[in-house]
């Protein structure tokens, strides 16, 4: 198993995070993982993106041109890495903000209105985790009990109690993904 | 009464503190770092603290302090003797450590250094000279020399409109909150180096006591740079740097 | 086992210190490597190690702070990305020349000025050829990975207080803020004073009674003794080339091309490696892990097999002068790099590869 994801947003969407805790899962189940993120000004206010890879053997490049799977949260992010998908690879985007829906016949998309879903689960902090649930259901490369443990290792322990909230919002995201049929 | 007769231990009434080294003094004569050599000899064998001192020489003319003075030294790059006796201090709380830097180590290239070590408060000792002038180089202008100084590279005199003003770097870091000990003191007489002596022990003691940066300026002489015999330099230095570098203590707590 | 832990590079080197005894840290923040005191600050290991950690008011102080800790003997580290290390050359120059042991940590960004804050290793010539004035070398250890970055740390103060010398860890941009898992070692405890002045008979600590003065200094006004001097660091230069250099290979046995490349670069030829090998070129990857001391061995015993030998570095092309220097000749060597901070992609230094071949 090799997974190669690049997750792109706004900074403040907590895309870091969700790679981190991505990250985190792999490491629980004696995978390889690397997280790279683009940094600088950029983060602040602007586009952050950061690679995630995945690997059952040891990973070469952390730095890649092609990615199995683009979940993107702005529309800067989807003209930058629509195109970066793999053929056949996975898209995966919330509609909130995106006035150029993908184009892509050649890939699977799907969509998730993390940003509707948090604000209906009151908690946008939410928005992450039910991202991350979205490709869980499509991708179930990590389980649900490793990402709990990515998560607990991942975030301070004064914010463990916010723990079963995530949870919560990755079934969420489960349960709310769309497949997109790109006409 | 020949020789034999004076030699005698009996009428000996001065002998040179044992952690000054029988090395030859490179020092011009006249020179006021070889008596602030023997006033830290001195102090530092009185307090039986040599096996637990640490010196910094700097670059300039005291850069071979190290040679004089029977205690273990590291020599800095220009300026930054603060910085390693900040390191070498913090690392090892239970030594005395102190830099000896002259007025273009202190004043001008390790400004930096010295003002945010005395802004820390680190517990070490400075020795600072000001002989207002560059010595080691050929006598050229410090940024104490003072206004109207003729040195190598003011040769019509300090003029504040083409080279600033003179720099009272002691009063500047006695503003410090991380000072606890800032004076100012001389030694071209007698009375001038007992009284320097007790500031210099002082200075000592006080970083064991976790107060802070004590500072003690030597205003000196060099009469090889200032073109003067030693005891003109002593009178130039009495009528012209005292007046605008006055003695005393500027900070004590 | 172990407990693994996912962290960044930089992250990776503040832990390697505080349980691999470092006894000081002394820095100034810059891009892209400020998360090392960050996370230094925020793990206080004063309480518990002992360890020293002081945000010094500029590169300049905090070399000179390595050079005041290390002349006691202490093991002493900074941090810092490619302006802040210009700054520190004089002092590196001073270390060396004094024949002090240290750490310095360099993630480089991109340059000249100040540059971007993007990855590069624009700073190899800088680093490797020593930085400062004068004739001397610093020990230069280049990582690829979070856990090179946080095994480095104990190598590096090894083999510097092994040879009495400055060592650098020469990482970038890319490994500094990768977060990747990390093996944490077992601890090794900070040295106690008996430890340290058996290590050190050379270091200030004070002259006890019957022994002589120390003086660390790199002054000799005398050519002559500075002479002496320099042969003294040559010679020792030489024994680490002799015996230090350390280097991985990948897929070398059969290789008709060599890739050679260093840290993050290193990562992603091995990439192109695979690449290559999926189109029917045989290719293999040499990572020089020291930089200095060059793995030259390891260069020339593979040159008989080799049609062409190809440099992958984040610069305009300054490793490769050293591989001409080893190759001398033999075989072609090309130079493939991105400058400023643009990193290339594993198909991109293939096809690039590929027009080599094909002219």
């Not at chain 3, 990776?12 to 210190?17: E, P, T």
């Not at chain 3, 992603?268 to 061995?297: C, H």
Request: hydrophobic share 40%.
């Amino acid at each position: 198993m090799k997974e190669e994801i690049i997750i792109a947003g706004f900074g403040g969407q907590g895309v870091l995070s969700m790679g981190k805790i991505l990250a985190y899962s792999g490491i629980m189940q004696d995978q390889e993982v690397t997280w790279m993120p683009s940094y600088g000004p950029e983060m602040r206010g602007g586009t952050a993106n950061v690679t995630v890879i995945l690997s059952d053997k040891k990973i070469s490049s952390p730095i890649l041109s092609k990615y199995d799977t683009a979940i993107i949260l702005n529309q800067q992010s989807m003209d930058k890495f629509e195109d970066l998908v793999k053929p056949g690879g996975l898209l995966i985007y919330d509609p909130n903000g995106i006035t150029k829906h993908p184009q892509r016949k050649d890939i699977n998309v799907c969509s998730i209105s993390a940003a509707d879903e948090s604000a209906l689960m009151g908690n946008t902090k939410a928005f992450n985790m039910i991202v991350l649930g979205a490709f869980l259901k499509k991708k179930p490369i990590v389980t649900l009990e490793n990402v709990v443990k990515g998560l607990k290792k991942s975030i301070p322990p004064r914010h463990h109690h916010l723990i079963p909230m995530n949870e919560q919002a990755i079934r969420v995201g489960m349960e709310k993904l769309k497949d997109i049929n790109v006409l | 009464m020949d020789i034999n007769d004076i030699i005698k231990p009996e009428n000996k009434v001065y002998s040179k503190s044992p952690l000054l080294t029988d090395n030859i003094m490179h020092y011009c004569p006249g020179c006021t770092h070889g008596v602030v050599h023997k006033i830290l000899a001195e102090v530092i064998g009185e307090m039986g603290i040599q096996d637990k001192t640490i010196g910094i020489s700097p670059v300039g003319c005291a850069v071979l302090a190290y040679n004089y003075i029977d205690i273990d030294w590291e020599q800095a790059a220009h300026g930054r003797a603060p910085a390693l006796a900040t390191a070498a201090k913090r690392l090892n709380p239970d030594k005395y450590v102190f830099t000896y830097q002259g007025d273009g180590d202190l004043a001008s290239i390790g400004t930096a250094e010295i003002i945010h070590a005395c802004n820390r408060g680190e517990n070490i000792v400075v020795i600072f000279i000001n002989n207002a002038i560059y010595g080691m180089t050929g006598g050229q202008m410090a940024p104490t020399t003072l206004l109207g100084q003729v040195t190598a590279t003011t040769p019509y005199g300090r003029k504040a409109e083409l080279n600033g003003f003179p720099l009272k770097i002691t009063e500047l870091v006695a503003q410090l909150e991380g000072t606890c000990f800032v004076t100012r003191q001389s030694a071209q007489n007698p009375a001038a180096v007992r009284k320097a002596k007790k500031a210099v022990r002082k200075a000592f003691e006080n970083s064991m006591m976790n107060k802070g940066t004590s500072f003690v300026e030597f205003v000196g002489t060099c009469n090889s740079g200032w073109k003067m015999t030693p005891v003109k330099a002593n009178q130039w230095m009495e009528e012209n740097m005292f007046p605008f570098y006055p003695l005393g203590d500027i900070k004590d707590r | 086992m172990a407990e693994k832990i996912l962290m960044k590079g930089n992250e990776a080197i503040a832990y390697g210190a505080i349980r691999y005894g470092c006894d000081g840290y002394f820095g100034y923040p810059i891009t892209p490597q400020s998360e090392v005191m960050e996370t230094l600050m925020a793990e206080k290991p004063w309480e518990t190690t002992g360890m020293v950690v002081l945000q010094a008011e500029s590169e300049t102080s905090s070399i000179n702070m390595l050079y005041g800790g290390a002349c006691t003997g202490k093991k002493v580290m900074t941090s810092s990305s490619s302006p802040g290390i210009s700054l520190m050359c004089e002092g590196m120059s001073y270390l060396a020349g004094a024949e002090l042991p240290c750490l310095i940590v360099n993630v480089m960004r991109g340059g000249p000025g100040l540059g971007t804050i993007q990855p590069s290793q624009s700073d190899y010539f800088q680093c490797v050829k020593g930085g400062g004035h004068g004739d001397y070398k610093m020990i230069v250890l280049a990582p690829a990975s979070a856990q090179d970055m946080y095994d480095f740390v104990d190598k590096a103060f090894e083999l510097a207080f092994k040879y009495r010398t400055p060592a650098m860890i020469l990482s970038d941009g890319v490994i500094g803020q990768m977060m990747e898992k990390v093996e944490l070692r077992p601890i090794k405890p900070r040295r106690t004073a008996e430890e340290i002045d058996a290590q050190c008979e050379w270091a200030c600590t004070g002259r006890k009674s019957g022994r002589k003065k120390h003086m660390i200094t790199s002054l000799a006004l005398e050519a002559p003794v500075q002479e002496a001097a320099n042969i003294r660091l040559q010679e020792k230069y030489k024994e680490i080339e002799e015996k230090e250099a350390l280097f991985a290979t990948y897929r070398t046995e059969d290789a008709e091309y060599l890739l050679v490349a260093f840290g993050s670069m290193s990562r992603l030829s091995e990439s192109v490696v695979d690449l290559a090998r999926e189109n029917g070129i045989k290719m293999g990857l040499l990572r020089p892990i020291t930089l200095f001391p060059y793995p030259k061995q390891a260069l020339e015993s593979l040159i008989p097999q080799l049609k062409s030998i190809a440099s992958v570095e984040l610069n305009s092309g300054q490793m490769v002068e050293d591989i001409r220097l080893i190759v001398n000749g033999r075989v072609p060597v090309y130079h493939f790099g991105r400058m400023g901070g643009m990193i290339p992609s594993p198909e991109e230094i293939y096809e690039a590869f590929v027009k080599t071949i094909n002219r």
